[in-house]
């Protein structure tokens, strides 16, 4: 999706240049994502914000409470997990989650971000070892920093200073992109901002936004309902605030960072722990098109919000799904090296075993344990025979024209060896 925010005047010009430059690197459409514009519409839509009943949201609350039951029952689950694990190990999850989390919320918007940069800058925060990973830029560090102060902060209020600082750390230049913007205040363009597709001459218009005069109003109501005690379960909460938010779309850019920067926020005071360990945003972005397409029948709907809720809420279970696996995953790791505390490996071999520990993609050959491990053959061949020897690896049944090779891990627990799995089903 390309982002841009430009003038009436501009727009003509603009769209067919950003379109030329789309079609010289994908054969798909490219959409724009709102826009200063004032374009016609075929027909008298009325917007969710423009209801004499907004926003007094609503919602089929036995089909809610089902979902919202089994995204419970995954957050102690993996809380469960977690309170197992130990500082340094804990610590890492975190690392990974909120590293993606940063990099996914970004790139949902187009802005493809450093992934080692982010991990430095969120291990520095951590107080991790940083070592081998780059240095953070300034941009860099700054977007993290916002990321941050919401997880870690989460109890305080939301206030406009706090988003203003939030804004302004997005875009320290004052531009997105070649556009200059206002950045640390709400839009005011007299113009609409409208969400548009398609080709010029035939664009569609998605949804159209409160008007800049309305937004201070608009934000003030909001900022109360999010720092006040509605007696509502906090994730549920959460979704809510993620739609408001994003459906005001307070600035000129940014929204939608900033739309899953709350959500983070909120979701820290739900899971009632100090750090993420999933990542909302790494499961938005695996689904956008699903997402603007729920987005946008909620936002051109009624106060019924039943769909969007159902929607979040399945979002945050595979999340907390995935982190499951990833956390399992740890933890197996863990066992594996508790158990071979003892055996002697030289730093190849360590090497490999953790990449096969981690989820080495596709089978291993000597070839690859070679070109790895930076070795010659005849030296990963010696790697290998020795851990066969030692029962950590094994010669693995599938078929091929090479050897492939398997590690074994042994379940204490069931006192067992063989591809350790640790499944967890979404209910």
Known sequence: MCLSLVKERDVGVFSALLRGICQLFTANACEFEYLFVNLPQKSKIMYIWQREDWPQFRWNKDSVNVRLSSVCYAQGRLAG?????????SSNATLNAMADDVVASSEIEGVVLN????????????GLETEGLPVASHYIEGIVEVMMDAVRNAGEPLTTERLFGWHAALFPTGRSGAWKIVVADWR?????????????????????APDSK??????????????????????????????WFVTIHPFEDGNGRLTRTITD????????????????????????????????????????ITDWLMWFLDTVGRAIENADGKVSAIMDKTRFWDANEQMEMNDRQ????????????????????????????????????????????RKSDAGGRSTNYELIVKDVANDREGCQTSPFTYI
């Open 350 to 393: 360590r090497k490999l075993v953790n990449r096969l520990l981690d989820g080495f993609e596709g089978k291993l050959t000597s070839s690859k344990w070679a070109k790895i491990a930076k070795c010659s053959s005849d030296t990963a061949l010696r790697d290998i025979q020795d851990l066969i020897q030692k029962g950590i690896l």
């Open 115 to 126: 992934r080692e940069e982010v991990r430095s800058s969120v291990a520095r925060h951590l």
């Open 188 to 208: 005011q363009s007299t113009e609409a901002m409208q969400v548009v597709s398609g080709p010029m001459g035939k664009e569609r218009v998605h949804f159209q």
């Open 81 to 89: 997990k977690l309170g197992a694990l130990g500082f340094y190990v």
């Open 265 to 304: 926020m909120l979701m820290t005071r739900a899971d009632q722990m100090p750090h993420r360990f999933y990542s909302v945003s790494a499961e938005i972005l695996q689904r956008r098109n699903q997402y603007y397409d729920v987005l946008e029948s909620t936002q051109n709907g009624n106060m019924d």
């Open 214 to 243: 309305d937004v201070p109003r608009l934000m003030d109501d909001f900022l109360r309902w999010v720092n006040g005690d509605q007696q509502l379960d906090p994730v549920i909460k959460a979704a809510i605030a993620h739609l």
